[in-house]
């Protein structure tokens, strides 16, 4: 049965309070609004320049219109104005229009004086804004050349700005509803795209909630997903590869620990039902003995589990380093295994300092890990023989010697494997070493397996510095 579809914590997957398709409207919004005013500023001014080179162009012919009344007499400049063409020249519905005609000093014609521009220019016209009689006006100045005169006359002609203004209004109020009727259809357009772009990741959700995650496998990459969102799909893929290699390393653990339980209980439960039907005394004591030995090694194997799932916890963060003197810590944990070596006849021995050799780890587990560096020597080493702990001190080194029979060299990362034992006849749990492993992986160091100097194996552990370079 495929699992139930996804839905999201804190609310319904279709309200959009979190949802990507809210997230683009509203960065989008604000941009696609700014821009359409942008829009509507440019046209505004585009229209407003194009209009008002219109009225200058008129403002010029005016001008023309007066320069093509002037004339010389007797030499000196005069213009051929009358009433009724003044009257025809400033006539004007909305504009007062103002015309005047300057030759040097003299004012051929105009009643109103216009200011003559900040800047004569050359020989075209020149357009500026001025004031007559109080009002603003556009106004424009020609330097028109006559026949026969001296110096060329200056041709000034003003008008009020009121039909520019009322243009300028009628411009910006008609752009209004056209810039309003964009900004419907962007949004229109807008909505039509996130919809889509949402129904696309939609229809990749629902195919990620319904796709079966037993057992756990790759998810199928369908060509119609969004490009965007294969990066995502490529990343799920990926988790999904460790999680399902965690799961099968997980499953062949547990299925490794049940069988490893299962021998020395059922071994247990023949030895207790062989001592509960023993009637003599010696042989219910040595069925007892067994069990005692039965008991030993399953407290044993199941201490090697616990350490390594908290060994394997650590890992995750949860247990924190502090600095602890190495050298101290090793002499204390061959102290504890001094009555064993004494009994099986065993040197064991230390080469180091007493103390001083600081790094960074979890004491508990760092004990954990010598003693099984030391209990995996005993036990695997030669009778009578000798096992000696020794620490380095730059770089921080430990060693582990002794002169059994040693490991062969293409056995030295199996035996790193759990429940993985060259001799499987012994009464070890092949726990050892990968609890090790996983110890110094947790402190940052480095364990590996070589041939001792003393015929055996050598087991050596490189610590990181204390300041980390």
Known sequence: ?????????????GDGSHSLRSLLLRRLWLPLLLLLLASAVASYALARHYAGQVYDRWLWDSAMSLAQLLYVHE??????????????????????????????????????????????????????????DGQPVRAVQVAVPVPGAAQPVRVRVSETRI??????QRLLLSSLPLQALVLLLAAVALRWGTAAVAGNVNRATQRLAAFDVHPLRPLPLHGDSPRELQPALDAINTLIGRLAATQQQQQRFV????HQLRTPLAALQVRLDSALRETDPDARQAALGAVLDGLTRLHHLTHQILMLNRSETAGSGS?????????????????????????????????????????????????EMVGNLIDNALRYGRRDGQVTLSLSPSPLTLYVDDDGPGIPADEHDRVLERFYRLDTQGDGCGLGLSIVSEIANLHGALFRLARSPAGGVRATVVFPPLDGR
């Open 319 to 367: 247990v924190q380093l502090r600095p602890l003197d190495l050298a101290q810590l090793c002499r204390d944990t061959l102290e504890r295994h001094a009555d064993r070596a004494i009994a099986q006849g065993t040197d064991l021995g230390y080469d180091g300092p007493e103390q001083g050799l600081q790094l960074l780890g979890e004491a508990q587990l760092l004990r």
């Open 1 to 13: 049965m495929s699992p139930a579809p996804w839905r999201r914590r804190g609310g319904h997957a």
């Open 163 to 168: 039909k520019r203004h009322r243009l300028e």
């Open 255 to 258: 299925a490794n620990a049940a």
């Open 75 to 132: 030499g000196e400049t005069a213009i051929a104005m009358t009433d009724a063409t003044a009257r025809m020249f400033r006539w004007d519905t909305v504009d007062q229009v103002q015309g005047q005609v300057v030759d040097g000093a003299r004012t051929l014609f105009g009643d109103h004086p216009i200011p003559a521009p900040a800047q004569a220019g050359g020989d075209g016209p020149v357009y500026y804004d001025t004031d007559v």
